[in-house]
Every structure is written in C-alpha cells, then in structure tokens.
C-alpha cells in the first residue's frame, strides 16, 4: 500500500520542525548549566567586584552573553575548567578567560586566573588589584590562552 506524497511531506516538515526544536531545547539548556556553575559564577563576580573592569565596560550594565560551545579556550573536567566568556557593557564589550580548579571533584571551585580582554586590546587583570591591573598589549602581539 503506497503512502501518499502529501503524507510524506507533512512528515517531513514535522520531523524537522521536531529536530530543530530539540536542538534548540539542548543548547538552552546547555548554556543555562553553564551560567549555574560555579567557575563561571565566581569568574563574573569578581568582574563585577573590579572596579576598573567595570568602568573600562561601561558597566553596569553588565551582559554575559552565551558561551560559544566550539570554542577551543572552553575546556571542563572534573578538576579544573578554562572559559572564556563573552561580556559586554555600554561602552564597549570583550572576552573574560578564566581558569579554575579544585583539588578534587568534592571540593569546591578556586579562581586561578581571570583576564578581561577587551576589544580595543587592554587586559586587565581582575585578580590583580590596583594599577597593577591595567596591562597593555601591544599591535601586533598575538596572544595564547590557557
């Protein structure tokens, strides 16, 4: 008994539609994980507690935005986790990378390193206190992370 055309492509269309929207559904939900850790959690409130980070944003207001997922400076085990979060203020916007660890699974999250890069080339330092903070890098200087 052969099915009808039409049949197939209401199919079709709700397999896709389906498929999208489970895509779409796990992505939400793997940001949302993101947001709720704790390394990325301790990372933007010490963004936050940095005065000159905030000032060079234009911040408040502060917005993290997604954590690209294809990222290679995104890395995350059990014992240590490299992100780099993008963040943007009213003046300007930029990268925070960060590293965190933990001696082990059960204990908790320690803040490494956090850097802000932002998009006119200034780093700061946000564990760094003070003028010591402010690092300027130079053009033409290429940067590895982590």
């Not at 992100?83 to 965190?100: A, E, N, Q, W």
């Amino acid at each position: 008994m052969p099915v009808p055309i039409k049949s197939l492509q209401q199919m079709a269309i709700f397999v896709t539609v389906f498929t999208g929207g489970g895509c779409s559904l796990m992505y939400y939900f793997m940001q949302k994980n993101f947001a709720r850790s704790d390394y990325y959690r301790l990372a933007l409130e010490r963004l936050t507690g940095h005065p000159v980070a905030m000032e060079s944003l234009g911040a408040p207001p502060l917005k993290a935005h997604n954590i690209h997922l294809t990222d290679r400076h995104n890395r995350i085990d059990h014992t240590s986790a490299q992100i780099k979060i993008p963040v943007t203020g009213s003046k300007t916007g930029g990268y925070l990378y960060t590293s965190s660890s933990k001696s082990n699974p059960l204990d908790g999250w320690q803040l490494q390193e956090a850097v802000l890069q932002l998009r006119d080339g200034r780093r700061i330092d946000i564990l760094a206190s003070g003028t010591e903070a402010l690092d300027y890098t130079g053009e033409g200087q290429t940067e590895t992370w982590f």
